[in-house]
């Protein structure tokens, strides 16, 4: 090659280089501004807590879904506040956002127990989720929450969950009768249906159920599911466990963030907040139904728990005793508005599900002949 070749080889080479370290130089403030956005969430759940991982099942798909440009950093109950102090923390700011249930929040304004913790019409956990998307439960939420309350806060919800048990004992429950005066743990407007129903109710976060059935401040209690109960220990202080109940058929979690934290968020971002919520639906149901039943049968075979369907008597107890409560508490006007809207929902979806839906029993006996109880 000549000397007059190689030289503009060398020239084009360097010029190159030269080229690349200045978009570089130019590029270098575009990297910077595109560093990922963290958000700062506290669960109303112990570290090891189900509930936990569906939080960060649901930060999981915050993060795949934004490309890893939008992180939500998760801490469980008591890091940053206690389990029912993150409503506070996140309308003042001390938190970015918080995974919880609107129950935790019920001494605030009765209405609140309606988002999850309402009554029971016929209609499943599914169809409360459902009401929430397509029968104005949202657009209530929001009234609640931003004009009512006036709290700097946006909210989304998840997880339709199955029917809480109605609890633990220190025997079987037969009849109302059995519970007459016991010391009980529940929380939200299952509050006021166990107190009228003859219970001494007390309102506590879950980790704080074991000590307080050693300090004798309760006898029985709910949480939430066999895992749940499992994981804090209900077994090792019970073994008479009680499935079915009206006072928490159609609970789900909710997951609020401070609203100027929100609005700051490009739309793409606010997006996949929002629909990374209807995402853990699917993640978060396919967990419970995974874990909960394995460890009702550990509870069964290996903890040497007896596990038994609440009666029938009892449910009915519960419903009238729904009755009752809700007399007085549709004085309130948006309280009502919310559950006329609830139940208008129930009375058009649950009908359609009843009257459709096959008998599940009836199918699980013929190929399980024996193992469901009398």
């Known amino acids: 090659m000549s000397d007059k070749s190689v ?117 499943s956990a599914a169809q409360n989720v459902a009401w929430m998307h397509f029968g104005g439960g949202n657009e209530l939420y929001r009234e609640l929450v931003q004009d009512i309350l006036g709290l700097n806060l946006v909210g989304f919800i998840s997880l339709p969950m199955p029917p809480q048990p109605l609890g633990w004992f220190n025997k079987e429950i037969t009849s109302v009768d059995d519970i007459q005066g016991l010391k009980y743990r529940t929380v939200g407007l299952a509050t006021d249906i166990m107190q009228t129903m003859g219970m001494k109710v007390t309102q ?14 309760i006898e029985a209690f709910e949480f939430n599911n066999p895992t749940a109960d499992r994981q804090f220990g209900a077994q090792d202080v019970s073994k ?24 700051d968020l490009d739309p793409a971002e606010q997006a996949i907040i929002k629909y990374a919520a209807e995402a853990a639906n699917t993640a978060n149901f396919g967990l419970a139904m995974d874990r909960y039943s394995q460890d009702l049968q550990t509870l069964i075979n290996d903890d040497g728990v007896n596990v038994y369907r609440t009666p029938d008597s009892v449910l009915k107890a519960q419903l009238e005793a729904w009755d009752v409560v809700l007399k007085d508490l549709m004085e309130d006007s948006f309280f009502k508005t ?37």
């Open 240 to 263: 008479h466990y009680m499935l079915s109940s009206y006072h928490q058929a159609g609970e789900y979690f909710e997951l609020i963030f401070n609203k100027d934290v929100y609005d």
């Open 7 to 123: 030289s503009r080889r060398k020239f084009l080479r360097g010029g190159a280089v030269a080229a690349g370290a200045t978009a570089g130089a130019v590029a270098a403030p575009a990297v910077l501004a595109q560093a990922p956005k963290t958000l700062k969430m506290q669960g109303s759940w112990g570290a090891s807590s189900i509930f936990s991982e569906m939080a960060r099942q649901y930060t999981d798909r915050v993060e795949e879904m934004s490309g890893g440009k939008l992180k939500i950093d998760y801490l469980p109950a008591g890091a940053v506040v206690k389990a029912f102090q993150v409503q506070d923390a996140c309308a003042d700011g001390v938190l970015d956002c918080a995974h919880t249930v609107t129950a935790y929040w019920y001494g605030r304004n009765k209405a609140a127990s309606l988002f999850g913790t309402g009554p029971q019409f016929g209609q």
């Open 338 to 374: 919310v559950v006329e809207s609830q139940k208008a929902w129930a009375e058009r979806v649950a009908y359609y599900t009843i009257q459709n839906e096959v008998d599940f029993r009836l199918a699980y006996n013929h190929y399980f002949p024996g193992k469901l109880p009398g």
């Open 204 to 217: 506590l976060p879950g980790g704080e159920i074991v000590p307080a059935l050693e300090r004798g401040v």
